[in-house]
C-alpha cells in the first residue's frame, strides 16, 4: 500500500473505475413497436441504438453497488480503508434517505461517511469534486465515488420526445490521497449553475413543490429538447475552456474528450466549438443512451476496454444536466486493470 509523504498530499488521484449495466436491453426497433418513432430517426438524431434499463425490481442502489464493487476490484489495495462514499444520483431509491448509507451498508463499508449529490447529469463532475475537496481537507484518504441513474423511471413511457434518449446505469471510480502531479490527479474544475431554466428539464411534482398532482403528466420527466441541446453544446464548451485556463492547457495539449453522453451531435458540436479533432471523442452512447450521472464513468470505462484511452493520454471530461448545471475537470489518465462493463 503506497503512503503518501507530507509534499504528495492534496491532490485526489484516480485508482479504480467500474460499471454496471443492468441486463434488459431495449433497442430502437423495440421502442418503434410501441411508440411513434424509428431507429433512423434515433440514430441519426441522436447516435444512440440501444439502451439498458431497470426492470424486475431493480434500482438505483442495486446497480449502484454492482458498479461500487468492481471499482473497488479495480483500485486493488487502494480499494482498502475507504472511509467515504459519495453517490450521484436523481433517482435515489427515496425521497428521504439518501441512497449512499444502503449502497455503503451492501459493500461492506458501514461507518464510512455515505451522502448523495444531486446535479442531474452533471452529478458525476459536481461529485468528483466533492470528492476530491474532501480528500484535499484531508476529512477523507480514500473515496468510493458512484454514478448511478434509473432515469428511465421518470420517463412516461409514450413519450417520444424521451423514451428514446435515456437509459439506465451505473459507473463508479475510487480516488486515493496522492500527489497533484501524479498521473490520475483530478483538477481543476470548473462548476455552475442557472437556476432560472429549471423548467428546460424537470419533474414537476413528486418533490416539496408539488407532492401529488391530479395531471398523472407532472409526474413525468418533461423536457424542451432544442433549447437543452443549445444550452448544453454553449455550457460544455465554455467550460471546458475555462477548465483548460486553469489548468494551463491548450487545446492542442488534449488527447480525448470525455463529454457527458446525451446526444452524439451534442459532443461533436462541442467538440467542433472547441477546436478537438472528431476522433478526440470518446462516444458510448451508441449502446448506453444518456445515463445521467453514470454516463461519464461509463464512457470512461468502454475508452478504456476497448483502447481508445490509454495511460498518459491528457484527458477533458465536461458534462451538461439539468438545474441547469455543469461542469468540467482535466487529469492525465492513469494506468488501470478495469472488467468490462456487465
Ligand atoms: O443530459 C441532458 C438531457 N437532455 C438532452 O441533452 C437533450 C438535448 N436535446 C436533444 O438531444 C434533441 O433536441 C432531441 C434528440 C431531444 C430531439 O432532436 P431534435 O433534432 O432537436 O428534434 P426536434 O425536437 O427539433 O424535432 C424534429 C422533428 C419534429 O417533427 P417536425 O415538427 O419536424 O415534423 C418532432 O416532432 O422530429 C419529431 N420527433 C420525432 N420523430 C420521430 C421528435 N421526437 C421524435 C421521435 N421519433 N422520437
Known amino acids: 500500500m503506497?503512503?503518501?509523504?507530507?509534499?504528495?498530499?492534496?491532490?485526489?488521484?484516480?485508482?479504480?473505475l467500474g460499471g454496471w449495466l443492468p441486463p434488459r436491453v431495449v433497442d430502437n426497433d423495440e421502442l418503434s413497436r410501441r411508440i411513434d418513432t424509428s431507429?433512423?430517426?434515433?440514430?441519426?438524431?441522436?447516435?444512440?441504438?440501444?439502451?439498458?434499463v431497470v426492470d424486475n425490481g431493480l434500482s438505483t442502489v442495486d446497480m449502484a453497488v454492482q458498479a461500487g464493487r468492481r471499482a473497488l476490484r479495480s483500485a486493488g489495495s487502494y480499494g482498502e480503508g475507504i472511509d467515504a462514499v459519495v453517490l450521484a444520483t436523481s433517482t435515489p431509491d427515496h425521497l428521504c434517505p439518501a441512497s449512499a448509507p444502503q449502497v455503503a451498508a451492501e459493500l461492506g463499508l458501514s461507518g464510512a461517511a455515505a451522502f448523495d449529490v444531486n446535479a442531474v447529469c452533471s452529478g458525476f463532475v459536481y461529485a468528483l469534486a466533492t470528492a476530491a475537496g474532501l480528500i484535499a481537507a484531508e476529512i477523507a484518504t480514500r473515496v468510493l465515488l458512484v454514478g448511478a441513474d434509473a432515469f428511465t423511471t421518470l420517463l412516461d413511457p409514450d413519450d417520444r420526445t424521451t423514451v428514446p434518449i435515456f437509459g439506465d446505469g451505473a459507473g463508479a471510480v475510487v480516488l486515493r490521497q496522492g500527489s497533484p502531479d501524479e498521473p490520475g490527479a483530478v483538477g481543476p474544475f470548473d462548476l455552475g449553475s442557472e437556476g432560472e431554466l429549471t423548467d428546460l428539464l424537470y419533474v414537476p411534482a413528486?418533490?416539496?413543490?408539488?407532492?401529488?398532482?391530479?395531471?398523472p403528466s407532472d409526474h413525468y420527466l418533461r423536457m424542451q429538447g432544442q433549447a437543452v441541446f443549445r444550452?448544453?453544446?454553449?455550457?460544455?464548451a465554455s467550460s471546458s475552456r475555462a477548465v483548460l485556463e486553469k489548468a494551463g492547457w491548450h487545446t492542442s495539449d488534449v488527447d480525448r474528450f470525455v463529454g457527458h453522453q446525451a446526444n452524439v451531435r451534442i459532443l461533436t458540436a462541442t467538440a467542433k466549438n472547441l477546436?478537438?479533432?472528431?476522433?478526440?471523442?470518446?462516444v458510448n452512447i451508441g449502446h448506453t443512451g444518456n445515463t445521467s450521472a453514470a454516463s461519464i464513468p461509463l464512457a470512461m470505462l468502454d475508452g478504456v476496454v476497448d483502447g481508445?484511452?490509454?495511460?498518459?493520454?491528457?484527458?477533458?471530461?465536461s458534462a451538461f444536466g439539468a438545474g441547469l448545471t455543469w461542469g468540467s475537470t482535466v487529469l492525465r489518465w492513469p494506468g488501470l486493470e478495469c472488467e468490462p462493463p456487465a
Not at 503506497?2 to 479504480?16: D, E, M, N, Y
Not at 413528486?206 to 395531471?215: C, F, N, T, V
Request: proline share 3%; net charge positive.
Open 39 to 52: 431507429d433512423e430517426w434515433i440514430r441519426t438524431r441522436t447516435g444512440i441504438a440501444r439502451r439498458h
Open 2 to 16: 503506497q503512503v503518501p509523504t507530507q509534499q504528495s498530499r492534496g491532490g485526489a488521484v484516480l485508482a479504480g
Open 308 to 317: 481508445t484511452l490509454r495511460a498518459g493520454d491528457r484527458v477533458l471530461v
Open 231 to 236: 444550452h448544453a453544446t454553449a455550457r460544455m
Open 275 to 282: 477546436g478537438l479533432p472528431a476522433d478526440s471523442l470518446v
Open 206 to 215: 413528486g418533490g416539496a413543490r408539488l407532492k401529488r398532482s391530479d395531471d
